[in-house]
């Protein structure tokens, strides 16, 4: 049976702290979890995205690119699904995406979205070997999330090897949050032994108000080679903590 929830729940914590969360989590364990999940925003070329039913992952091979926005499906037919995440002062958002890429140079990143104008919005980009063996993290504060463009580039981080094998399975973890009325964005790698290998953090002092509702969705770009790209699970939640 797929996993799939959304829920609001408050714990308490530790030194009689709060901790709220809303979580969207899911694995792909039945063919249509990413369809009912996901809405394609780009796509260049003809490759899809097929579940494997072995893995229980989705598959696309190379050459592909584009962009899907996390939503649910819409109940007017005419309109686009929106799901919309809301952070404040001292809020953060976490996407966890467990991934493999099978070929060089391509590319996973999160994209946070302006539910009003999709065509805008900020990106954390992971690029494995990017040039030779080393990797690279990019954060964006001029996406463009409806064509899948990838904006002009804020903040770059390169990382000699050891990084991540090819075909490797790993984890992209990703956050966003507003300190200090600012927008800050965290991207971190992890290889397949749950060792964090790459991380990286931008705070968005270019952005005069920063997002506060918004959607998210990833972008992929699987280069040209042998391997495919995999998706095995995608979790996202925002909590507070006081």
């Excluded at 899907?68 to 929106?82: F, G, R, V």
Aim: charged content about 20%; aromatic content about 10%.
């Amino acid at each position: 049976m797929s996993f799939v929830h959304s829920l609001r729940s408050c714990l308490p914590a530790v030194a009689l702290a709060l901790i709220c969360s809303t979580a969207h989590a899911f694995t792909f364990d039945s063919e249509n979890v990413f369809s009912a999940n996901f809405r394609e925003m780009k796509k260049s070329g003809n490759t899809a995205w097929k579940w494997d039913s072995s893995s229980k992952s989705m598959r696309i091979s190379p050459v592909a690119s584009g962009a899907y926005a996390h939503a649910k499906s819409a109940a007017d037919a005419s309109k686009p699904a929106q799901t919309t995440f809301t952070v404040s002062e001292g809020e953060t958002l976490s996407v966890e995406i467990g991934f493999s890429a099978g070929t060089p140079r391509s590319s996973l990143g999160i994209y946070i979205i302006d539910p009003k104008n999709e065509n805008k919005g900020y990106l954390a980009l992971y690029n494995i070997d990017n040039t030779g063996n080393d990797d690279l993290l990019r954060f964006v504060t001029n996406a463009a999330p409806l064509t899948s463009g990838a904006g002009g580039i804020s903040k770059a981080k390169g990382f000699s090897a050891p990084g991540l094998e090819l075909g490797e399975k790993a984890t992209l973890r990703f956050t966003y949050g507003i300190k200090d009325k600012k927008g800050v964005m965290t991207l971190a790698v992890s290889n397949g032994a749950g060792v964090q290998v790459h991380s990286a953090s931008y705070r968005m002092t270019e952005v005069g108000k920063p997002l506060t509702t918004f959607e998210i969705g990833f972008r992929y770009a699987a280069q040209n080679g042998k391997g495919d790209f995999v998706i095995n699970n995608f979790d996202a939640s925002v909590a507070r903590s006081k």
